[in-house]
């Protein structure tokens, strides 16, 4: 059986599923079901009368708002089915002779810790180095599901490649800066401080003599209640918000500079291809950043901007695949 086509759909499901994560978070859905795996003790949401009643005495202190709990069940429907698919990807490449081994394996073990934070988003409350967490293994995931589809599909990568080694470790030094951007996208998110700052191109007022990194960049804030629509004050999140858009600055300086290294210097149509592509990903995601601030963070261009970075990430994971592979 030909592993190339699960794997696409694979790929599919599991930027649904960052899509999905995104969204349930932004509506503010990370507790629309206050327990794990089920909802309020069941499969599905409750609406039968006997159903809210159980739900009321098991969990007095929550109400049920389906429309949030739906969105958090379907996240996590999306996200069991995607879980099977791995399992059959691992089942083909264990039976099949010549089919990585260690790759699926270890795939297999990040979607199984990915179920894990996935619990503890939950209960822990939506802690943020939790939520955090949970959405950087989607993006380990999805990169990982790449890695493993490039490495059966020969027919994408390009040919021999002279330049390689002028590329190679500037795509490197580029796709670890993406991660790091990434990441702060995560810590502004989980922390609800993408609207901190409301105006161009850094922030609003005196920020510069009100950043607090000490206190922003602490991973185990406590509190005695949930973590949902944040515990930290104003400073705290508007530092946050400002390291993103320094991020954002110095990541964009950077792809822009590899996109145009690679256009004039790359010899092969499949490295081509990826720089316009990359230079069109990282296009729009600046237009969607920007949006997110001008417009007051709408939902849909929130998502898309988590999107966004998803193939972003996809496409430096690609070039630097295609750079480093030709080296012996």
């Known amino acids: 059986m030909k592993i190339s086509p699960l794997l696409k759909l694979t790929l599919i499901f599991t930027l649904c599923v960052i899509m999905m994560g995104a969204y349930t978070r932004l509506s503010d859905a990370g507790l629309g079901c206050p327990d794990w795996p089920g909802c309020y003790g069941m499969i599905t949401v409750p609406d039968q009368h006997h159903e809210l009643t159980y739900a009321k005495a098991e969990f007095p202190e929550h109400t049920v708002e389906p429309e949030k709990a739906w969105l958090e069940m379907i996240h996590r429907y999306i996200a069991g089915s995607l879980g099977l698919l791995v399992l059959a990807i691992l089942f083909i490449c264990l039976k099949t002779r010549h089919a990585p081994k260690k790759l699926p394996i270890a795939i297999v073990l990040l979607i199984l810790f990915q179920g894990a934070l996935g619990m503890w988003t939950v209960t822990m409350k939506l802690m943020p180095v939790v939520v955090m967490s949970h959405l950087l293994g989607g993006f380990a995931l999805f990169s990982l599901l790449w890695l493993l589809f490039l490495r059966n599909s020969p027919n994408w990568l390009p040919g021999d490649e002279p330049l390689a080694k002028r590329l190679q470790s500037f795509a490197l030094l580029c796709l670890g800066v993406l991660v790091l951007q990434i990441i702060l996208g995560g810590w502004t998110s989980s922390n609800y401080a ?71 210097l790359s010899q092969t149509v499949q490295l081509k291809r990826s720089a316009w592509l990359l230079g069109f990903f990282l296009l729009v995601q600046i237009s969607l950043g920007i949006s997110n601030v001008v417009f007051n963070l709408p939902l849909a261009i929130a998502v898309a901007h988590n999107a966004g970075a998803a193939l972003l990430l996809l496409t430096l994971v690609y070039i630097n695949y295609a750079l480093w592979r030709q080296v012996k």
């Open 194 to 264: 993408a609207l901190a700052c409301t105006q161009l191109p850094i922030c609003e007022g005196d920020w510069f003599n009100n950043l607090h990194p000490t206190d922003a960049f602490y991973p185990f804030h406590q509190t005695e209640g949930s973590y949902e629509f944040g515990i930290l004050g104003y400073s705290s999140r508007m530092t946050i918000h400002v390291a993103h858009r320094f991020g954002a600055i110095l990541t964009t300086l950077l792809l822009v500079w590899l996109t145009i290294r690679m256009l004039t």
